[in-house]
């Protein structure tokens, strides 16, 4: 198992930077706006990476995070707050190909990368994102992660909304 404080000590800089990337993130002004959303006026989402893999010495991790509104995620105009959406990625340090991930280890991440505020109410989604070793094998490597928190419109924690269609585990 992976010792979080170790984590947060060696990587300190940069998850402080994508915390804060992910507090002033405005990427969930877009949604609101009728002009057509292009690679040059989508937000550019704060990301944290590669960064090594705590269990596989063969991979690198990406973490990637978006705010959006709730009302928009959850397809409910009658929802008000933010969802946090976090997503880990395994690809191969050397090839750049894509890995299964380690649950353990992309939960650590996750938890170093939202902070002692957000982290005790992480939701996971499990693994969405799948691929095949190749065209004529039907092996299945889960390769992405999906964790979510959910703020209220003062930006702190609270429940998932029942309009959540996707099925969630809270992080333990």
């Given at each position: 198992?992976t010792?979080?404080?170790?984590?947060m000590?060696?990587?300190?800089?940069?998850?402080r930077?994508?915390?804060?990337?992910?507090?002033?993130?405005?990427?969930?002004?877009?949604?609101?706006s009728?002009?057509?959303?292009?690679?040059?006026?989508?937000?550019k989402?704060?990301?944290?990476?590669?960064?090594?893999?705590m269990?596989n010495?063969?991979?690198?991790l990406?973490i990637?995070?978006?705010v959006?509104?709730q009302a928009?995620?959850?397809?409910?105009?009658?929802l008000?707050?933010?969802?946090?959406?976090?997503?880990?990625a395994?690809h191969?340090?050397?090839?750049?190909?894509r890995?299964?991930?380690?649950?353990?280890?992309a939960?650590?991440?996750?938890?170093?990368?939202?902070g002692?505020?957000?982290?005790?109410?992480?939701?996971?989604?499990?693994?969405?994102?799948t691929?095949?070793?190749?065209?004529?094998?039907?092996r299945?490597q889960?390769?992405?992660?999906?964790?979510y928190?959910?703020?209220?419109s003062?930006?702190?924690?609270?429940?998932a909304p029942?309009?959540?269609?996707?099925?969630?585990t809270a992080?333990?």
């Open positions: 198992m010792n979080i404080r170790t984590l000590r060696r990587h300190e800089f940069d998850l930077r994508f915390r804060g990337q992910l507090r002033a993130s405005d990427s969930s002004d877009w949604l609101e009728d002009a057509p959303v292009s690679q040059e006026t989508a937000p989402l704060p990301a944290l990476g590669p960064v090594r893999s269990t010495p063969h991979a690198n990406t990637v995070g978006q959006t509104s928009a995620h959850c397809h409910d105009p009658e008000d707050g933010f969802v946090v959406t976090i997503s880990v395994a191969h340090r050397l090839l750049g190909t890995l299964p991930i380690d649950e353990g280890d939960a650590v991440w996750v938890r170093a990368a939202l002692d505020e957000w982290s005790p109410h992480v939701f996971t989604a499990g693994a969405l994102s691929t095949t070793d190749s065209a004529d094998t039907e299945i889960l390769t992405t992660r999906f964790y928190v959910f703020l209220g003062d930006r702190k924690p609270q429940s029942q309009s959540m269609t996707v099925p969630l992080l333990a």
